[in-house]
């Protein structure tokens, strides 16, 4: 035995154990209860009684941030540790470089002695040289590991397999871990988040209101259900929401029942910031689990979203119009007022008429009153109508222009699922080479003559890839839900107010134009256009309620409405 082992040691000695996905988790050998074991043994050979454990369990030893870790360096500085123990000296990490600087330059210089149990490496013993070889070795492995890794995702997310963990509202299928299933009571918060939306609340509303309701926040809900999640610890009360964690809520679009894959990505192996990638770098999936929101209720809150718009400063009252009204000659917003003399009377009108721009050559004025009248008055004749004439309004609704669409979208989708097995394909290819060439199946000429035709084939797929997503993204916006959208028109049948709601799931936005003299009757024309069909005129049939709407004007001026035409 060597003199080293028979002589009782002096001072502390820290056991540092370390685990991650990298160092194959379900290995006994590398399990942290061997590696305790193994250190502890050693530690009493080499004479050492008082020792401390430091572990870091499933962290990645490419970066030297480890909870644990940091804390066993501060103790060397303090000068409370004489010794370092690890199973391997990959457990220090795999990044070679700052791995090397810890045994070639801090350990020695707070005089602590390394010990490598599995790698026969012990700096009281003399120094070893090929230390630094297997430390390049270990970063090397954790840099083919991962590789493949990224070579399997990229397979997974162009399968549509998920590649992130289920969102607030959704559970891994217990069938299928790989995909998700919606979670009643979390999905219940979330529809109840899109209600307050359609309604005209923003994020900090909504997160008092679900605080008043007692709903547990995502992080309280998650560990009163036993689920742990990486990452730091929320602070806040249980139902206390923050408005930050409603607003990404309410921009999932995985809550349309779609799965989106490489939303972030890392430059390299070694910096785990996550960088945002481009949409059209994005692999986006529909309708592959139920969905908790429908697709017009999500986009139409991702357009209020876009819209949020100041309170007036007379009163802080906001009327359901605000954002919706536009002029048709500058293309403004009309702003809501109150008449200063009284604030009964309110008013939108379009300021680039009064401004010193004067980009409208009219005033563009539509009392709130009148146009509460004429909205509910059209919404009205509208669900008449998709009522007593259903399969004429389905008719209009859905003409050659959106069969010709749907043609487009479905040649386009055709090309992009080929292309997409390609990749996938390619992706195998490439691996298979990969090994060979590892193996010594094919020599490195070989390999670089292959992999670079390959990589060229999949270069020009991908941009291919990325024009088509575009494509089909602006064409799958665009197409019309014509059962969606009657079903929510005839929820307004018997309506007899406006509200916030129904405006947000009805009405994309309402033109107003100047009122004109005509024949000794003032009219006012409005062109309201509607979610998924646009401007729409209402034809005039049978049971169908007739235009009749007159307000009489403080200035004794009778008002009349008549709808601005279509052009067809």
Same mark, same amino acid.
């Given at each position: 035995m060597?003199?080293?082992?028979?002589?009782?040691?002096?001072?502390?000695?820290?056991?540092?154990?370390?685990?991650?996905?990298?160092?194959?988790?379900?290995? #006994?050998?590398?399990?942290?209860?061997?590696?305790?074991k193994?250190?502890?043994?050693?530690?009493?050979?080499?004479?050492?009684?008082d020792?401390?454990?430091?572990?870091?369990?499933?962290?990645?030893?490419?970066?030297?941030?480890?909870?644990?870790?940091?804390?066993?360096?501060?103790?060397?500085?303090a000068g409370?540790?004489?010794?370092?123990?690890?199973?391997?000296?990959?457990?220090?990490?795999?990044?070679?470089?700052?791995v090397?600087?810890?045994?070639?330059?801090?350990?020695?210089?707070?005089?602590?002695?390394?010990?490598?149990?599995?790698?026969?490496?012990?700096?009281?013993?003399?120094?070893?040289?090929?230390?630094?070889?297997?430390?390049?070795?270990?970063?090397?492995?954790?840099?083919?590991?991962?590789?493949?890794?990224?070579?399997?995702?990229?397979?997974?997310?162009?399968?549509?397999?998920?590649?992130?963990?289920?969102?607030?509202?959704?559970?891994?299928?217990?069938?299928d871990?790989?995909?998700?299933?919606?979670?009643?009571?979390?999905? #219940?918060?979330?529809?109840?988040?899109?209600?307050?939306?359609? #309604?005209?609340?923003?994020?900090?509303?909504?997160? $008092?209101?679900?605080?008043?309701?007692?709903a547990?926040?995502?992080?309280?809900?998650?560990?009163?259900?036993?689920?742990s999640?990486?990452?730091?610890?929320?602070?806040?009360?249980?139902?206390?929401w923050?408005?930050?964690?409603?607003?990404?809520i309410l921009?999932?679009?995985?809550?349309?029942?779609?799965?989106?894959?490489?939303? $972030?990505?890392?430059?390299?192996?070694?910096?785990?910031?996550?960088?945002?990638?481009?949409?059209?770098?994005?692999?986006?999936?529909?309708?592959?689990?139920?969905?908790?929101?429908?697709?017009?209720t999500?986009?139409?809150?991702?357009?209020?979203?876009?819209?949020?718009?100041?309170?007036?400063?007379v009163?802080?009252e906001?009327?359901?119009?605000?954002?919706?009204?536009?002029c048709?000659?500058?293309?403004?917003?009309?702003?809501?007022?109150?008449?200063?003399?009284?604030?009964?009377?309110?008013?939108f009108?379009?300021?680039?008429?009064?401004s010193g721009?004067?980009?409208?050559?009219?005033?563009?004025y539509?009392?709130?009153?009148?146009?509460?009248?004429?909205?509910?008055?059209?919404?009205?004749?509208?669900?008449?109508f998709?009522?007593?004439?259903?399969?004429?309004?389905?008719?209009?609704m859905?003409?050659?222009?959106?069969?010709?669409?749907?043609?487009?979208?479905?040649?386009?989708k055709? #090309?992009?699922?080929g292309?997409?097995?390609?990749?996938?394909?390619?992706?195998?290819?490439?691996?298979?080479?990969?090994?060979?060439?590892?193996?010594?199946?094919i020599?490195?000429?070989?390999?670089?003559?292959?992999?670079?035709?390959y990589e060229?084939?999949?270069?020009?797929?991908?941009?291919?890839?990325?024009?088509?997503r575009?494509?089909?993204?602006?064409?799958?916006?665009?197409?019309?839900?014509?059962?969606a959208?009657?079903?929510?028109?005839?929820?307004?049948?018997d309506?007899?107010?406006?509200?916030?709601?129904?405006?947000a799931?009805?009405?994309?936005?309402?033109e107003?134009?100047?009122?004109?003299?005509?024949?000794?009757?003032?009219?006012?024309?409005?062109?309201?256009?509607?979610?998924?069909?646009?401007?729409?005129?209402?034809?005039?049939r049978?049971?169908?309620?007739?235009?009749?709407?007159?307000?009489?004007?403080?200035?004794?001026?009778?008002?009349?409405?008549?709808?601005?035409q279509?052009?067809?």
């Open positions: 060597k003199q080293s082992d028979n002589k009782t040691a002096h001072g502390t000695a820290a056991l540092y154990c370390r685990l991650s996905r990298d160092d194959n988790m379900d290995s #006994e050998s590398n399990s942290i209860q061997n590696q305790k193994i250190l502890q043994r050693a530690a009493k050979d080499k004479g050492y009684t020792t401390i454990f430091f572990v870091d369990d499933g962290i990645t030893g490419t970066t030297m941030k480890r909870p644990s870790f940091q804390k066993m360096i501060a103790a060397i500085e409370y540790i004489s010794a370092v123990f690890v199973k391997d000296l990959s457990r220090l990490g795999r990044n070679y470089i700052e090397g600087k810890l045994t070639e330059e801090f350990f020695p210089l707070h005089d602590v002695r390394l010990v490598a149990v599995s790698d026969g490496v012990d700096s009281g013993e003399g120094e070893d040289d090929f230390t630094p070889f297997k430390n390049i070795m270990n970063e090397y492995y954790a840099k083919d590991i991962s590789k493949k890794r990224r070579i399997v995702n990229k397979m997974k997310g162009n399968a549509g397999i998920p590649l992130s963990p289920p969102p607030y509202g959704y559970m891994k299928n217990p069938d871990p790989r995909f998700w299933v919606i979670d009643p009571e979390a999905a #219940e918060v979330v529809r109840c988040i899109y209600r307050l939306a359609l #309604e005209g609340n923003g994020p900090l509303q909504i997160a $008092t209101a679900l605080g008043t309701m007692g547990l926040n995502p992080s309280a809900y998650r560990t009163s259900k036993g689920i999640k990486g990452g730091s610890k929320s602070t806040l009360e249980p139902t206390k923050n408005h930050t964690t409603v607003k990404k921009t999932l679009q995985e809550y349309c029942g779609d799965v989106i894959n490489f939303k $972030t990505y890392s430059k390299s192996y070694k910096m785990k910031r996550r960088i945002e990638n481009p949409e059209e770098n994005r692999a986006i999936f529909l309708n592959v689990h139920e969905p908790i929101i429908d697709r017009v999500w986009e139409k809150v991702q357009s209020l979203q876009t819209t949020r718009r100041r309170l007036p400063t009163t802080k906001s009327s359901a119009f605000c954002g919706y009204l536009k048709p000659e500058c293309g403004g917003n009309l702003t809501f007022h109150f008449n200063q003399g009284n604030h009964d009377i309110k008013f009108s379009c300021n680039n008429h009064n721009l004067r980009k409208c050559s009219s005033t563009h539509i009392r709130l009153d009148f146009l509460e009248q004429v909205v509910l008055y059209e919404i009205h004749r509208l669900a008449c998709a009522n007593e004439y259903e399969n004429d309004f389905i008719k209009a859905v003409g050659r222009s959106a069969k010709v669409a749907e043609n487009d979208r479905v040649r386009k055709r #090309e992009l699922d292309l997409l097995a390609r990749d996938r394909e390619l992706d195998m290819l490439f691996e298979r080479l990969y090994e060979d060439n590892v193996s010594g199946k020599d490195d000429a070989r390999f670089a003559k292959m992999s670079k035709r060229q084939e999949q270069g020009e797929n991908a941009g291919r890839i990325k024009a088509l575009l494509e089909l993204k602006k064409l799958e916006d665009k197409r019309m839900d014509v059962d959208f009657l079903e929510t028109v005839r929820r307004y049948t309506a007899t107010t406006i509200t916030k709601r129904m405006v799931e009805l009405i994309q936005y309402i107003v134009y100047p009122a004109v003299k005509e024949d000794g009757i003032t009219n006012q024309r409005v062109t309201i256009h509607y979610n998924c069909i646009g401007a729409f005129e209402v034809p005039d049978r049971k169908i309620p007739e235009r009749d709407i007159l307000l009489e004007t403080r200035k004794g001026v009778a008002l009349s409405y008549a709808p601005a279509i052009a067809i």
